[in-house]
């Protein structure tokens, strides 16, 4: 049986859904190595960004709920089952950026999650003290979430 060079497999991997590249890492141990490697991570994410495919819309219902909407397909609505599980623990979005998510439970853990492979993780927390405050500076809690390519 003939096979793919191993530069034409990634070209057809690269046009897929993460659904279904998840499915197929279970096709052979290179293409598990090729899915989950960072490089072909980047690609897939700049493809799915130049030609506009691979969207979806995640929405929060009653603090506890979240539902995915794919643009492609607006009738297709997934229900997703947040890093804590099913707990009724109302769970806030911080912030996204490039398909993760920064939640924020209401005990002031904060998550990073990614809904389309269903990974999180749990960051340590970091207090920073301030001096003490005052009228014009009280005291706060910020969140930033980005991405630094470099």
């Given at each position: 049986?003939?096979?793919l ?136 809690t910020?969140y ?7």
């Amino acid at each position: 049986m003939a096979t793919l060079p191993h530069e034409m497999t990634i070209e057809i991997l690269l046009r897929l859904s993460v659904k279904d590249l998840l499915r197929f890492k279970c096709v052979s141990k290179p293409w598990c190595s090729s899915i989950d490697d960072p490089d072909f991570i980047k690609l897939h994410l700049s493809h799915s960004v130049k030609t506009n495919t691979n969207h979806s819309l995640i929405l929060r219902h009653c603090e506890y709920h979240f539902f995915s909407v794919n643009y492609d397909s607006l009738k297709t609505t997934q229900r997703l089952n947040h890093p804590l599980g099913e707990q009724k623990t109302p769970i806030k979005i911080l912030g996204t950026c490039n398909g993760l998510l920064a939640v924020i439970d209401d005990n002031g853990r904060i998550f990073l999650w990614n809904p389309s492979t269903r990974k999180s993780q749990v960051l340590p927390s970091t207090e920073i003290e301030f001096s003490s405050p005052s009228i014009f500076f009280p005291r706060s809690t910020y969140y930033g979430f980005g991405y630094d390519p470099i």
